[in-house]
Structures are given as C-alpha cells and as structure tokens.
C-alpha cells in the first residue's frame, strides 16, 4: 500500500508514541539519545514517531515528519521504488527478520546516503516497523575514493609500458629459493616477454622458462630473504633480449618485479663500443694523431699510437702544442685556428711540427666543430695527418719532369746541332762538289769531273749513313720487318761494328705476335738504353742481352742486361746522368705494365732486369 499523504495531520503531543513511555523505560531512553536517527513507522508507511537525531538528519521539526509516509523522506527521483522496497522490508520484517539497505534521503536540499536497518518493534502497545539511519556520507566518500583508486590503479597498471609481476617464492628444505611462481601480471609483460597470462599465472619461472639462467632465481631470492629491492641488467638467453629490472619484496615470502626492455640500448652502446674500439685500433695502425678541442678551442684530448713529440700530453693541452709547432709556422697556424674557432667553420692547416727526434714533420690538420641540439659548439674534433713523404714524392716527381723535359730538350739540340751542322756542312759539300763537277764537264775535263763526282758519291754515303742511324735511335725500322728480335739484332750488330767490347745476345722469342706493340717499344728502349749506359758510361768490356718469353699461363717477356762495368750505388749514383737513365728506364716498364729493377755495387758490374705481360695492362703498373 502506496497510500497518499495525510491531508490532515494528526494533532498529537511532540512524541506520539515514545513520549507515553515511562521516563525510565530503557527504549524511550535509547530513542532520545541515539545518536542515529530512529524513525517509527506503522505497517502502512506512515511515519509515527521520529527522534532528535531524525530532526537534523532530515532538517525538519519532529512535527513535519509525524504524519508522513516515508516514502517523502527519501528524494523524490526515488520515492516510487523505495515504497516497494519499504513493503518488502516490512513483510520481512513482521515475519521475524532484520532488513539492512542503503539507500539515499533528503536532507533539505541534499541528498545524503544512509544505512538503514529494518526491524518491528512494539512500543507502548503499538507494532512499528523501525528504522535505523545511519548516516554514510563519510563512507562513500572513502569508497568513492577508494574504487577511484582502484580504477587507476587498474589503468596504471594495464598501460604501463613497463612490465609488472607479482611473484611468490617457492622454498627448498632449508628455507632457500629454489624457484618463484606467477601470482599476477600485466598487458605489458606479456609484450615483452611474448607469454601469455595464461601460459604464466599460477606456473614456476622453470616450468616456464626451461632454458634461462639460474640467475634470475638468485637474485629474485636475495630480494625475498633480506627484504632490500634492487635494480640490474640482465640479458634472457630464452628471450634473447636485455633487461633493465627493478625487484622488491611486497611481503613475506612474495615480491615484485617492474622491467623494460634495453635490448636496442644494449645494441646500441656495442655498436658504439665496437666502433671506439675499432677507431683506436685504426689510431694505433695509423701513424695520424686524433685530437679534440673544448668549444673554445683548447686542446682537451690527444690520440695517438706513438708519442710523437716526446713531450709529455698534460704540456700540450691548452695552447700548449704551439710549442712543437716550427716557429716560421706559427703566426699562420695560430691565425688560422683563431679565425675558424671565431667562424665556426672547418679548419684546415699544413705546418711543422717537431718529432720526439728533433726532425720537423710536414703535417696537415683537419677539424671540424661539433655542435649541441641548440647551435652551440660543443667541441671540435680533427686529425693531423704527416704528409711529410707525400711533399718529398711531389718533390721529387717535380725533378723527374724537370729532368725529363731536359733530356727531351738536349736530345732535340743534338738533333737539331746534327741536322744543321752535320747534315747541313755534308749538303754545303755536295752542292760545292756538283758544282765543281758540272765546271769540270763543260771545260771538257772529264778524269777531273770523275773525281769530284766520286767525292759526292762518298758524301752521298756518309749523308745516308748517318741519317740511317739517326732513324735507328728515334725509331728502330727492323722493328716493324721482323720485330723485337730482329731490332734488338740489328741493335747489338751495329755496335759491334763501332766498339770494342763483347757484346753477347740470346733470344728466345719463338712467336712475337703475342707481344703487345708498346711492350716492344719500351723493351727495346730499356736494352737500347742500357747497352748505351754500359759502353758509354761504365767502361764495361764484355755485355750480355738475353730477351726470352717464360710461363705457359700468365706469360711473361723477360728482360735481363748484365755487364762487368765500374758499377754504383744505387742508392747513391754518382753521375747523375745514371739518376737519370735509371729513372727513364724504370718508369718506361712501368708504363708498359711491367716492373724493373737493377743490381750494381761499385766495382761489381751492373744487372738490370726487367719483366712484362705479353698484353699490355690497363692502369700501367702491374702486381707482379
């Protein structure tokens, strides 16, 4: 029964019905000093009889609540369903049961959650069904707070992208770990680990993970017998991966694990490890030296496999390396490095520095400025590399031009002195001669004609001869009609025929067409050359030109020119025409793809050896 309120409310003292109980009665005192709001109510929900407490409770006087049905008492989006609810209690109640619910009620214009209990009561003659109210508002407060809490715990712990385990440990006989089982984890675990919640919850770490390290065990056990956390890195020979891990004891027994994965921080610190390593083995392989500055320049750090100056590292640093630098050289360095430190720019210097043995070395330094995420400069690094045998060599290749283009420049004067003096004396005599021989002819004395024109024919054949030989030296014709064996023939005949020593020659040359044509060139100049260097220069009285083609795959021409001449040094030729014609010789085979080599001590003769591939090679220098 709903029932309606009263339309007029019944006119009766303060308290209805505990107000007619004997002052001393023990439920009259309960009802009036009860800190909880009590609230008698007939079967049909009309509200008998409130106490003190209901008046603040609900922020009415006693003699708006009396009269009542109770279903006002609650807010008004709620009345309907708890007029049920008050019929269930109140059946359950007549038939001997207490009723416990919560439920809201309005308290003015709050609305305040309580805690009822339901139960009848006879008092002063009457059955009422009584309610307790307590109120709960601090409660829920702690509960909403507290189911808050667990929501985010909850989300914390699902989203986390660290991995999480509760584990319990699991005792041997004398009470030392032996192995932990898995009591709860989260989503990330199970990223990281690639097992499922399934395949680990209630499980043991070695039933799980057969193949790991027993490690894992004793660390974990330490955690859980001394009570103190601990963080370290471990590497999961199961997983294969690094792991950063951060374990503590979460009570007797029991502890937790939190771990993320490192393995591409672990890769990339080997990387970074592996190549430092690899620099320093290539700093002390090299004989540059590494060097790096702070962002205003001075020299913080020196790398090298050798000390180089001999001064000791700590008197360099700073601006302490000016010291070794040559002092014609120092205004330039020190003007350059103060220039690219003020630019931010590249730095690049060639100077001297002085070696541990006195000797100033010809260095080339190179740096660059190394800069923070912000534009700054953090510090510079650079290398100085000894350039000191490259000059020599460039030195070196700038005389051998120099000489070359001089020899080009005497054998064209001695062409051309040969030409004018020599061709031009013979061509004045032969002209002179016809000339006298056409007189002789027209005055009729023929004997004496005859021996003029016998004179020219002689000129004739000097003027030949000689233009014979000079065509030899630019160029052998026996050459082109029967080859390097043919030339080289004519070549040993022909000075035969004009000097004294013996000149021997063995070819073994047996089919030439494999030979390329500047292989013969350079051959025949390099013996031509030779023989020249051996009658001319060495006083030799006996020479032996061998010239033979050897190997049956990869073949190879091989030269070989020896005399019993005065000898040299080689590395130190006395004349430096020999400086010279050694230079020719050496860089003609290599032109062809070939090497050279030669063999001399005063005194002991000379031997020149030369060696070539049959087909000219690409790139000039062969490996041979």
Not at 378 to 407: N, P, Y
Not at 429 to 454: D, F, K, P, Q, W
Not at 471 to 483: H, N
Not at 500 to 523: F, H, M, N, S, T
Request: glycine letters at 6%.
């Amino acid at each position: 029964m709903t029932g309606k309120p009263l339309q007029k409310r019944v006119q009766a003292p303060h308290r209805i019905v505990v107000d007619g109980l004997p002052r001393g009665d023990a439920y009259r005192s309960f009802f009036l000093n009860s800190p909880n709001t009590v609230v008698l109510v007939r079967p049909d929900g009309t509200v008998l009889d409130v106490n003190p407490a209901a008046e603040k409770l609900f922020r009415k006087p006693a003699a708006k609540l009396i009269g009542l049905h109770q279903r006002f008492l609650h807010p008004e989006w709620d009345r309907h369903l708890e007029s049920m609810r008050f019929r269930r209690h109140a059946d359950s109640c007549l038939h001997g049961q207490s009723v416990r619910s919560e439920t809201y009620v309005a308290s003015g214009r709050r609305e305040i959650p309580v805690e009822i209990i339901t139960q009848i009561v006879k008092v002063n003659g009457q059955t009422c069904v009584q309610g307790i109210f307590r109120d709960i508002s601090d409660s829920y407060k702690i509960q909403k707070s507290l189911t808050a809490s667990i929501k985010r715990y909850h989300s914390l712990f699902n989203c986390m992208t660290e991995a999480f385990a509760l584990h319990e440990a699991i005792m041997d006989s004398h009470g030392r770990p032996r192995d932990y089982r898995f009591i709860e984890i989260n989503p990330a675990f199970e990223k990281h680990t690639g097992v499922s919640r399934k395949q680990l919850l209630g499980k043991t770490f070695r039933q799980v993970f057969k193949r790991e390290d027993p490690l894992w065990v004793r660390i974990y056990g330490d955690v859980v017998l001394t009570g103190k956390p601990i963080a370290f890195e471990h590497y999961s020979v199961y997983l294969k991966r690094y792991f950063q891990v951060f374990a503590y004891s979460t009570g007797p027994g029991q502890f937790a694990s939190v771990f993320s994965d490192i393995t591409e921080r672990r890769e990339a610190e080997n990387a970074l490890r592996y190549n430092e390593e690899r620099l320093r083995a290539l700093v002390e392989a090299s004989s540059q030296i590494l060097w790096s500055t702070d962002s205003r320049g001075y020299l913080k750090q020196i790398h090298t496999s050798v000390p180089f100056s001999g001064i000791p590292i700590k008197k360099l640093l700073g601006l302490g390396w000016i010291q070794v630098v040559h002092p014609d050289d120092r205004p330039k360095v020190i003007h350059a490095w103060r220039r690219c430190v003020k630019e931010r720019s590249l730095y690049l210097c060639e100077y001297r520095l002085r070696r541990s043995d006195g000797e100033y070395r010809y260095m080339l330094s190179r740096g660059v400025p190394i800069f923070t995420p912000e534009g700054r400069v953090k510090e510079w690094i650079g290398v100085c590399t000894d350039v000191t045998d490259q000059k020599r060599l460039e030195h070196e290749r700038r005389r051998f031009s120099e000489l070359m283009m001089r020899a080009r420049e005497e054998e064209k004067r001695q062409l051309s002195s040969l030409l004018h003096d020599e061709m031009g004396s013979w061509t004045v005599s032969l002209s002179s001669a016809l000339v006298l021989a056409e007189g002789s002819v027209r005055a009729g004395r023929t004997r004496e004609a005859l021996s003029t024109l016998g004179r020219a024919r002689r000129l004739i054949k000097t003027m030949a001869s000689q233009s014979r030989a000079l065509s030899v030296d630019l160029r052998p014709p026996a050459m082109d009609i029967s080859g390097l064996s043919g030339a080289l023939s004519d070549l040993v005949s022909r000075l035969r025929a004009v000097v004294k020593p013996d000149i021997k020659l063995k070819l073994c040359l047996p089919d030439e067409r494999e030979i390329d044509g500047w292989v013969k060139i350079v051959a025949y100049r390099i013996v031509q050359e030779a023989l020249t260097n051996a009658l001319k220069y060495a006083n030799a009285r006996s020479v032996s030109v061998s010239a033979n083609i050897t190997g049956e795959t990869g073949k190879l021409l091989r030269l070989r020119i020896a005399d019993d001449g005065r000898g040299f040094d080689v590395q130190k030729p006395r004349l430096r025409r020999d400086s010279l014609g050694l230079r020719i010789m050496k860089n003609e085979a290599e032109s062809a793809g070939g090497i050279w080599a030669v063999e001399s001590a005063p005194g002991k003769g000379t031997v020149i050896w030369a060696q070539f591939p049959l087909g000219r090679r690409n790139g000039g220098k062969n490996a041979y």
